[in-house]
């Protein structure tokens, strides 16, 4: 049986050569999900080739009508699986691309994992013969403890044709217990917090921070230097590196320092603590709007909401009360406004009638003082190693560092007939110090206002629902408002594009099954497991401490597909037992008696081939931890009910459809 998981995974790298995918995080985590998966067909057809044996045939024979007595149910758990996953792989958005190659490598596991169970599993059956059918002669010690097992079990599954017969007669009992525990599971998931992607410790994070709107390069540099040494303080920091003006849009006051850590084993304090430890200490430099990001590759806060109207006096008073209130958010930190701290200036106002008896427009002026102060390019000198560096020609530092000194500039004016005469800048101009917003940003021919944070053990989805409450409650005028935007957006989306891929999930499963069923309503009583796999989802993601986000709800969709293999084995026997005349009853409680091994064993290796994903071992495990723990909890509950909540179903399904053949 085990054979099947190497086969399948080595068989799927095939495809990956085919398709072009590469070795990565999601791909990786893929074929670790499948292995749980990848042996369920083959347990499913070596269990019944094993009660074949069992039952006194041999080898070939067992093996060829054991394989295709549970051929049918086998291919419809397969291909609901593949149903599941091939609209994960096509989702729209940034989101759709992440998980493209994630959805295709499931399905293309589980893919050949039915070649395997259908080739390989009843080929080495009916060769490889198995010495313990016959349980006879002397009996080592391992082997009587199985034999003490398999004796347990069969009481057990004894025990459970009578829970099936109780269930049977007290179907509407069955039916309120199965309604109030989905309910009950609708309840606790519409409970649980939200965020788009897990937050995971990285190993490493960035330290931003802005100084005053009128700081030198020189002034920013001392900054740095004090927020090193309270970062050098901090044990678990490994090395720094520091710069000034980094990216496109930074200034010289404008400052990054990155930080590696030692690896998560070597540290008492995981990531997230170790930031907030660092946010307090940091809060007592001075000078400087401090930013704490978790993710270093991240150009941008991941909360940010925006204030959109037309006059920016009206903008910056909306966003300063909105900056207000969001502080008193537990959770909300290192709040920033762009519009918040305007950037000084010298504006220099042309006296144009004196000018223009002059001779001089604006433009000398311009051109003039702009050359003198700010520097003109006049060639390029080549470093080095090759680079091109420009050479800016300007007035020395103690010309142009006052504004007197600028007034003091001497323009030539040409006379006719006679040398240029030096007239003084001083003259012409009248300079005033004034402020200027720093950035003017525009979305959807509308100004706008960003307040941007990072979270502290916040979600997203939750500082995102305080932030809108709090907007909700201001007095704003005529054609402003408030919207979220950035990582908030993109996870509103982002959810929107997963609720259409699990529409078309369950709607592909269903004409699978409705196709290998030849019925429109057997397909109802085998779906029922997917309401039912909530309760045991949303119960685990709330023990856990876990969140609604992509990787839960990925999960949640795998379970669409898995949830449906336990309900295909019990109805699919039913209907085998009833074309040989069993009656419904009886042959409801058969198959239940009958598929019970099969379904706990396939239930049972799903579970443990996601352990280590759930119990989130290894180096970003808490990215990975949440889909796999929303898989296990929902197989837990959905198996438990599906044992008994389906056959009750089945036998409702067959009452309708026979009112329904009598009335029509």
Known sequence: TAIAIPASLLGSFGFFYAFGFTLNTLTLMALSLSVGILIDDAIVVRENIVRHLERGEDHFAAAREG???????????????VAVFVPVAFMKGVIGRFFFQFGLTVAFAVTVSLFVSFTLDPMLSSRWVDPDIERKGRRHLLARILDRFNDWFERTADGYKSVVGWALDRRWTVFAIATLAFTAGLVVFATLESEFMPSY????????????????????????REVLDVVRSFPEVERTYATIGARDQD????????????????????QRRLMSAMRERLRRVPGIVLSIE??????????????????????????????EELYRVPGIVDLDVTMEQDLPEYRLRVDREKASTLGLGTTPLVRTIGALVGGRVVTTYEDEEGEAVDVRVRLPERLREDIRGVEDLKLAVPVPGSAPALVGVGDLVAAERTVSPSEIARQDLMRQVVVSANLDGLPLGTAGSRAMEIASRMDLAPGYGIAMSGDTEIMVESFGYLGEALILAILF?????????????????????????????????LATGDTINIMSLIGLILLMGLVTKNAI??????????????????????????????????????????LPLALGIGEGAEFRAPMARAVVGGLLTSTLLTLLVVPVVYTFHEDLGAWVHRRW
């Open 67 to 81: 394989t295709s007595e549970i051929g049918l149910a086998v291919l419809a758990t397969t291909a609901s699986v």
């Open 201 to 224: 410790d990285h190993g490493e994070f960035v330290v931003r921070f802005r100084s005053a709107p009128d700081a030198s390069i020189e002034e920013t540099k001392g900054r740095i």
């Open 251 to 270: 200034s010289v006051r404008d400052a990054m320092v990155y930080l590696k850590l030692q690896d998560r084993s070597e540290r008492d304090r995981d």
């Open 294 to 323: 978790e993710d270093p590759d991240q150009m941008q806060k991941p909360f940010m909401a925006v204030v959109r109207g037309e006059e920016i006096p009206l903008l910056k008073r909306y966003s300063a009360a909105l900056k």
């Open 509 to 541: 499963v269903y004409l699978i099954l409705a196709a290998q069923f030849e019925s429109f309503i057997d397909p109802l009583a085998i779906m029922l497991s997917l309401p039912l796999s909530i309760v045991g989802m949303a119960g685990m993601l």
């Open 569 to 610: 084995l019990l109805i699919d026997f039913t209907k085998v037992l009833r074309k040989r005349g069993v009656p419904r009853r009886e042959a409801v409680i058969a198959a239940g008696r009958t598929r019970l091994r099969p379904i706990l064993m396939t239930t049972l290796a799903m579970i443990f081939g996601m």
